[in-house]
């Protein structure tokens, strides 16, 4: 079965870096379409990036660009999300996303864009 399992998370300071990971299975990965989003307590879950089968289109959120890089390794079936100058708003739980398709329609920032999710990794930044 289609697995995605996240890692990388923990905590860090303000201003500190952390790279998140997510490794699937169970799913021709080189043909799926990839996101990250986040959840916080009693907020509802938000875009963060997304990144097509190839890499070379990728979407932010507003409050991601200029910080947050994901990239892909077709090889390694993980998509990554290399997050810097980390805010305390940025604490969250950081899902990895899997749509069936390769490319994304203009609704790559919707939650029902996709198909398969990971458990999350929690991403707690201090002050």
């Known amino acids: 079965q289609v697995q995605l399992v996240e890692s990388g998370g923990g905590l860090v300071q303000a201003g500190g870096s952390l790279r998140l990971s997510c490794a699937a299975s169970?799913?021709?990965?080189?043909?799926?379409?990839m996101g990250w989003f986040r959840q916080a307590p009693r907020k509802e879950r938000e875009f963060v990036a997304a990144?097509?089968?190839?890499?070379?289109?990728?979407y932010y959120a507003g409050s991601a660009k200029g910080r947050f890089t994901i990239t892909r390794d077709n090889a390694k079936n993980t998509v990554y999300l290399q997050m810097n100058s980390l805010k305390p708003e940025d604490t969250a739980v950081y899902y990895c996303?899997?749509?069936?398709?390769?490319?994304?329609?203009?609704?790559?920032?919707?939650?029902?864009?996709?198909?398969?999710w990971g458990q999350g990794t929690q991403v707690t930044v201090s002050s």
């Open positions: 169970g799913l021709p990965f080189s043909s799926y379409a």
């Open positions: 990144i097509n089968w190839t890499g070379g289109n990728v």
């Open positions: 996303a899997a749509k069936r398709t390769p490319v994304f329609s203009r609704n790559y920032y919707l939650v029902t864009e996709y198909n398969y």
